[in-house]
């Protein structure tokens, strides 16, 4: 239980240190090292999960069960590789006068903000503090996303604030009405504890959960980026610093549809219909092909990617909501490999912006001539994410494919469509910007792409095989969430 | 049921409940900034009246700090940052023509229905009161929705989410006593920053575009055009 602690000690040491200290010339290094920190000991608490199963910590505050214990390994992982990238990067954006001392002390100390946020969305066992974190992370980011103080990055976090501020409001009603059937059959301190409400599940009055759970859905959906609410997703990718836009995309997203499926179980407890299934299938769904069909309309690198990640999160909730064990491992998978490779993408993408100097796509051309490992990186990254085999994601989406051709063989065709439609979008405007020749005046900059590397490697290891302890952990989850295991 | 046979605490919850819907219908129709922030302060001491309420009568002090706390950030702080940043941008003469404001008034009329509609179900396993109070507290949320999208003004946005979060605290009060200490003073604590990072934007937004309308902020679409 130390280790969970300490995962949360951490970054709230680092928020203060670098709010007073965070413009000095290596506070990118020592971004880093919290990280590092950080990442070890969530692997010690990972271990600490293996051999002994789920932790409940003494007075019940935390939890760490399968179900969560690889995201916060992940998130600590993804966290850590951006910060090795946000390094130079910011380092290069003070270099050309973008940003001021003020800025980077802001920068990184919100940067550790938003991990805590992250972990403790994670880590907590009462659904109020869920909330209550999910909602700082927000306020967190939203001075991020506004980091450069032109009028578009104001517009877009202005946007990014009020949408998501006014989204996660629908989803605190939501827990007052979990609350509310709560306290009608148990103590009132404990009532909103996950666990708690978990061993009860089969007492909560139906009605009012599926009342619950629609404002739940739409107000962690916001933060999910579902179609029709995603409108802040693209805004706030692109206008952003790019590390920002890898742990948006690779994290934060993640952990709304984490809230969501952990009240989904609270939900199918209580109910015998599979109204939380349908309602999450229908909104996958949508948000899956909306933003499939977008993709090929974007002039914008980083909006170009945060559509995808509207159409994988879209995936992924389609997935959870057919709810068998299948479509539940699948989607588990699936939203590692995505956070993985998204991330990996953006990093690459951070890069190639600023050998261009734009971000516009037609601006951007000849990356593989002008810095080879920027450009490849960028090609293995898209051809990763399209989901070819043999990365990670071919591996989900395949599993995602056959769960629905079991469950519900009419939405196949469609779920193929989209991820057609996905793929050419991607690639039309991928290719004319890796290959060809090298427009006049663009040099290589100082990059670090190992943590592209390593993502990619780990994407494509995951594809191949999944490691044992991994593949326990999964199934472990699966257990949990589905009820039955999928091997 | 008749009104009377309730118990006194029942009858002052409910009355609290109209006034508090009565507030959101008043800030919706309200083009003036000044009044519009005086009615959301209304609101918010209605919220702590509604606390001290349940506080005496249910005897947990823990609700006395939530009362506390309301008064201190949405009577006080809240309006008192709001108002100065309309006499700075020197907006406090100005009135914003609604447009359509017969059809907003109908809306969030129709709003407040559908509220009714959507919690009925409770109704079976609870109290006409708490219907009554969960309808109102989610047609304050739906209210300040409406609000935020008929009005131009980032002051009137701002009013408008603090209003939404209004709509919840008086949920919270009222059907449950209150949520755990430990997330109320979570809640609280993300008002505040909220509220301190709006007053960051206001500053921002002045900078960038020179006015608080929001209809100015119109460079970012869906697609490219």
Sequence with gaps: ?487 | MNIEQLDFYTQAILSMAALVGLTSFLMLGQGRLLRLIFVFALQGFLLTLTTALAAYSLNSHHLYISAALTLVLKVIFIPWMLRREVLKMNMHRDIEALKNNTVVMLGGASLMVFSYYVLHPIVQSSSVVMLNALAVSLSVMLLGMLLMISHRQAIAHVVGFMSIENGLFFAAIVATNGMPMVVELGVAFDVLVAAVLFGIFFLHIRTSIDSLDVDLLNKLHEVDK
Excluded at chain 1, 33 to 46: E, H, K, M, P, V
Excluded at chain 1, 144 to 154: K, M, Q
Excluded at chain 1, 224 to 253: C, K, Q, R
Excluded at chain 1, 329 to 339: D, G, N
């Design chain 1, 1 to 487: 239980m130390i280790a969970a602690y300490l995962v949360l000690l951490i970054p709230l040491v680092g928020i203060l240190y670098f709010a007073l200290a965070g413009h000095k010339t290596d506070t990118g290094k020592l971004n880093v090292r919290f990280n590092g920190i950080c990442l070890l000991a969530t692997i010690w608490l990972a271990i600490n999960v293996l051999n002994q199963g789920t932790i409940i910590s003494t007075g019940k505050a935390f939890l760490i069960d399968p179900f969560n214990v690889y995201l916060i390994v992940l998130t600590a992982f993804v966290g850590f590789t951006t910060s090795i990238f946000s390094s130079p990067y910011m380092a290069h954006e003070k270099e050309i006068g973008k940003l001021s001392d003020g800025r980077l002390k802001l920068y990184y100390s919100m940067f550790q903000g938003f991990m805590l946020a992250m972990y403790l969305v994670l880590t907590t066992n009462n659904m109020g503090i869920m909330w209550v974190a999910m909602e700082g992370a927000t306020l967190a980011t939203v001075l991020l996303v506004s980091l450069y103080r032109t009028p578009e990055s104001i517009e877009a976090a202005w946007k990014y604030f009020i949408l998501c501020g006014v989204g996660i409001a629908q989803a605190l009603f939501g827990t007052i009405l979990l609350y509310y059937a709560a306290v009608q059959i148990g103590d009132g301190e404990n009532a909103l504890l996950w666990s708690v409400l978990y061993e009860n599940a089969d007492k909560l009055n139906p009605e009012i959960l599926e009342i619950a759970f629609v404002f739940l859905l739409i107000g962690y959906g916001t933060k999910i980026g579902l179609v029709p609410l995603h409108n802040w997703l693209p805004d706030a990718h692109s206008e952003g610093p790019t590390p920002m836009s890898a742990v948006l995309s690779g994290l934060l997203l993640n952990d709304a549809l984490y809230a969501v499926v952990r009240n989904k179980m609270l939900v199918d407890g209580a109910t015998d219909s599979n109204m939380a299934g349908y309602l999450m299938m229908g909104f996958g769904m949508l948000s899956f092909l909306v933003a499939a069909i977008l993709l090929h309309r974007q002039k914008d690198i980083k909006r170009l990617f945060s559509y995808s990640s509207i159409e994988h999160m879209g995936l992924m909730t389609f997935a959870f909501g057919i709810g068998g064990p299948l479509a539940t491992f699948a989607a588990l998978l699936h939203m590692t490999v995505h956070s993985l490779t998204k991330s990996a993408i953006f990093v690459t993408v951070g890069h190639a912006a600023q050998l261009a100097g734009t971000q516009r796509i037609d601006q951007i051309r000849g990356l593989i001539k002008t810095q080879p490992r920027i450009g490849w990186g960028l090609l293995i990254g898209t051809i990763a994410i399209a989901g070819f085999p043999p990365f990670g994601v071919f591996t989900s989406e395949f599993l995602v494919l056959l769960a629905t051709m079991h469950s519900y063989p009419w939405l196949a065709p469609l779920l193929l469509l989209g991820i057609g439609i996905a793929f050419a979008g991607l690639f039309r405007h991928i290719q004319p910007m890796v290959y060809g020749d090298r427009p006049e005046g663009q040099n290589p900059v100082t990059a670090n792409l190992w943590p592209v590397t390593i993502h990619l490697a780990l994407v494509l290891w995951l594809g191949l095989a999944i490691p044992g302890f991994l593949a326990h952990w999964f199934s472990q989850a699966t257990l949990l969430i589905s009820g039955s295991t999928p091997l």
